[in-house]
């Protein structure tokens, strides 16, 4: 923890591709039926490098997807947008150019890259835990700071531990599980959890901070103040901008240069947190949040 400001402006959230090497079975239906298909006309990478430099912002960019390493000229988009700006990647890490993009991108403006370890496809695509923790060792060797992170599919729950030993075998440590968030077998999750599960997955999360606000149900930040849409914000694969991942209000469009951002905060609408991240991040009452 430091009490140092951070070194950029504004924060955003982009889903940068739809595009998926990866065809998990509890990848939210919406996403592996219907985005997977769509809008694969991504931008050119150094438009949007211009984009973010045009904000005359120091930006922080949130990369996610999709698999953020399809997007055509990923290391390129990395590479520019690191000169001035900051950036993190929540990647499943299963692409042949992460060596590329260890060698090119400088670290030091690399704030995280989360390494989700979707087990099942791994297995499926025959990509094993090798190749994976070649990959975090390769990373974390030049000084990248990468969280390896299990996603705790209900069904892999009596793998988990086993999973683990095999990775502190390859020498990948401190790997934090991450309840699932969504609907199986007719049961929403995290919700549907047992309370015995529940427990079993706290053991497991590491410094992994937002399993127990979910499992608890998350917080109600309705009418709180916060900085969403002012200085941090969400970007969809389109480069429509909006407030925040629940909240759909436009600022205009990234890639065609036409976003605001607004002037003054305003009050958090949300009826439901779909990224609790964000909200103890930019709303201004997080005590809420933690209680
Ligand atoms: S509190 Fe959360 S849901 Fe509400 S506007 Fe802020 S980031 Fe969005």
Redesign the pocket.
């Known amino acids: 923890m430091t009490s140092e400001p951070a070194p950029w402006d504004w924060e955003f959230d982009w889903h940068l591709t739809n595009r998926c090497n990866f065809d998990c079975e509890y990848c939210h239906p919406q996403i592996k039926h219907v985005l997977n298909r769509k809008n694969l006309n991504e931008p050119d990478a150094q438009l949007v490098v211009r984009r973010f430099d045009e904000t005359g912002r120091v930006c922080l960019v949130h990369m996610s997807g999709g698999e953020p390493f399809l997007f055509p000229g990923f290391v390129d988009l990395c590479a520019g947008l690191t000169r001035r700006h900051h950036i993190s990647i929540n990647t499943n890490l299963a692409t042949p150019d992460v060596a590329e993009f260890a060698r090119r991108v400088d670290p030091a403006k690399t704030v995280k890259i989360v390494a989700a370890l979707h087990i099942g496809e791994r297995e499926r695509l025959g990509l094993g835990l090798t190749d994976y923790a070649r990959d975090v060792h390769l990373l974390r060797a030049l000084g990248f700071d990468v969280d390896a992170l299990y996603v705790l599919y209900p069904p892999l729950l009596g793998r988990l531990v086993t999973d683990l030993e095999q990775l502190s075998d390859l020498g990948v440590e401190q790997v934090r599980a991450k309840v699932f968030k969504g609907v199986l077998n007719g049961r929403r999750y995290p919700e549907a959890y047992s309370d015995a599960e529940k427990e079993f997955i706290l053991g497991y999360s590491g410094q992994y901070l937002f399993n127990k606000p979910y499992l608890d149900g998350p917080p109600d930040?309705r009418g709180?103040p916060?900085s969403?849409g002012v200085s941090s914000f969400k970007v969809t694969v389109t480069g429509d901008v909006r407030?925040?991942a629940?909240?759909p209000a436009r600022y205009g469009n990234l890639y065609d240069g036409t976003f605001s951002a607004a002037d003054a905060a305003e009050l958090?609408p949300?009826r439901r947190?779909l990224v609790l991240s964000?909200?103890l991040a930019?709303?201004f009452v997080t005590e809420r949040a933690s209680s």
């Open positions: 930040f709180a916060c969403a407030r925040c629940s909240v958090c949300a947190v964000q909200c930019y709303s």
